[in-house]
């Protein structure tokens, strides 16, 4: 069973940063895609970030600049770090694993983020 724990989420001001962790835990094919996902209060589940297991990285266009995605593969860990951060970034951040070869799609429980002006 594939569990995903997130951790770093709180409470930051405008301007300031956040570094979101998701580590992964089970059996999980080794390629795959890691991401972050955001949903904020009465709006739909959005991208924010996704990083493939070779690395190729894509943003949504309200992050990029601002935030980076990275990935630790030994350890099954995602990484977002939030710079710049906006009041409107605020919103439960979900992380992500895409499996490829299997079409699988594991969640983790999600991290509230909030961004005070």
Known sequence: QVQLVESGGGLAQAGGSLRLSCAA????????AMGWYRQAPGKQRELVATIASGGTTTYADSVKGRFTISRDNAKN????????????????????????????MYWGQGTQVTVSS
């Not at 835990?25 to 795959?32: A, L, M, P, V």
């Not at 977002?80 to 951040?93: G, W």
Request: aromatic residues 14%.
């Open 25 to 32: 835990s089970g059996s999980i094919f080794s390629i795959n």
């Open 77 to 104: 860990t995602v990484y977002l770090q939030m710079n710049s951060l906006k009041p409107e970034d605020t919103a439960v951040y979900y992380c992500n694993i895409f499996e490829t070869i299997t079409g699988r």
